[in-house]
């Protein structure tokens, strides 16, 4: 039933998340939480050579925000700082419904363009991309 609701990749990421724990040491940790659903999220990230070279995710989100943060992870893993920054940029404006978000790099992400007809659920397929743009801002501030 959720299958049909969420369809299958989401439901495989929330299954079977990539890239879940801590990186530790890290350059950049974040933290956000969507009260609405109860979402909490962590994100933590080495960089090396101005690239993301490790970024996972933790805490405890329902399906879509579980999966988006699962998907998040395989996205910016190998970006530089400002390609992450955009990349988040054009995911957000998305889920804004304001530009379609093409591409090759498209892949799982199409799956939550589908979150756009629940409007109540898109804080939860924000919530990690919002946490790791926090992160990437502090980390830019030092
Ligand atoms: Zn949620």
Known sequence: MLEEFYGEIIMDHYRRPRNK?????SDITAHD?????????DVTA???NGK????KFDGRGCA?????ASIMTQKLLGKTLPEANQFIDGFLNMMRGE????GKEMGDLKAL???LKFPVRVKCATLAWNTARQGLQQRNGK
């Open 113 to 115: 363009e589908g979150v």
């Open 46 to 48: 080495r960089v090396s």
């Open 99 to 102: 530009t379609p978000f093409g």
């Open 33 to 41: 939480s969507n009260p609405l659903c109860g979402d909490e999220i």
């Open 52 to 55: 993301i070279a490790e970024l």
């Open 64 to 68: 879509i925000c579980t999966a988006s």
């Open 21 to 25: 724990g801590k990186v530790d040491p």
